[in-house]
């Protein structure tokens, strides 16, 4: 029921907003009510591993998607309930808002997607539009024209591929396939993902969100508490570094 509700409507911000935070809180702290300070923000976290992310699927997205595959559906199909909303609301390829219909969510998630440019005749006044239209490749044969999806194989839209155009793309890290190895256990890997992004609860970003304390080391009693200092500085950690080198007959430098 939720899948056919996500796919069918456009769901209010205000819920998808509620939703994405019990998800984020639950991740962070195992309480939906329970809000952690130290977090990477939701919509780093919803892209895939390779690019920094814990490939978690962004419900905002996934309903943008969906609203999309059905809104392609429409324009595509040739059955009847296609038809007859295409008759009713798309005159001339120009969009007709229905007023009656404003209010219903499934309309919205039609309207916040379809949009057709002006008429034909004042687009064609443009050289540059000319231009294209002279160089185009016409088939040998009588074909009727239909829209095609160009970063698919066969031409046609999926809700995978939906997804895939509405979500937010980030450069590929480096460091993922090294930090989420099947060789690693997920816990750990998961550390070092926080660490990477430098969300670590540590007392030094504690403070920075208004978190009032005497901060020191409790392993080297010698300096503010903060991620680099624990992992690669204090010198209970250096001793740990040095005998890892000396195991793997290796130097390593920080």
Not at 104 to 113: A, N, Q
Not at 137 to 143: D, G, I, W
Not at 182 to 211: N, Q
Request: aromatic residues 12%; positive net charge; hydrophobic residues 40%.
């Amino acid at each position: 029921m939720i899948i056919y509700s996500i796919s069918v409507y456009s769901w209010p911000s205000s819920l998808l907003k509620t939703i994405e935070t019990w998800s984020r809180n639950f991740i962070w702290s195992g309480d939906i009510n329970k809000r952690k300070l130290v977090t990477v923000a939701w919509k780093n976290v919803c892209v895939p591993y390779e690019e920094g992310g814990l490939a978690i699927m962004s419900l905002r997205k996934i309903n943008e998607a969906s609203n999309f595959k059905l809104c392609w559906e429409l324009l595509k199909s040739k059955e009847d309930w296609a038809k007859i909303l295409t008759n009713r609301v798309l005159a001339n390829r120009q969009w007709q808002h229905c007023q009656h219909l404003g209010r219903c969510l499934v309309w919205r998630s039609f309207e916040s997607i379809v949009s057709y440019p002006p008429k034909c005749a004042k687009m064609t006044s443009n050289k540059t539009l000319n231009s294209l239209v002279h160089h185009a490749t016409l088939p040998v044969e009588s074909q009727k024209d239909k829209l095609i999806w160009n970063a698919s194989s066969n031409g046609e839209l999926s809700v995978k591929d939906a997804y895939e155009f509405k979500r937010l793309h980030l450069p590929v890290k480096g460091w993922a396939k090294t930090i989420w190895c099947k060789d690693t256990p997920p816990a750990k890997s998961l550390l070092a993902w926080r660490l990477v992004h430098g969300k670590i609860p540590t007392d030094d970003m504690l403070m920075l969100r208004g978190c009032t304390m005497a901060s020191v080391c409790s392993l080297g009693h010698s300096s503010v508490e903060s991620s680099f200092h624990l992992f690669f500085k204090c010198s209970f950690v250096h001793n740990i570094w040095c005998w890892f080198a000396t195991t793997l007959n290796c130097i390593i430098q920080f």
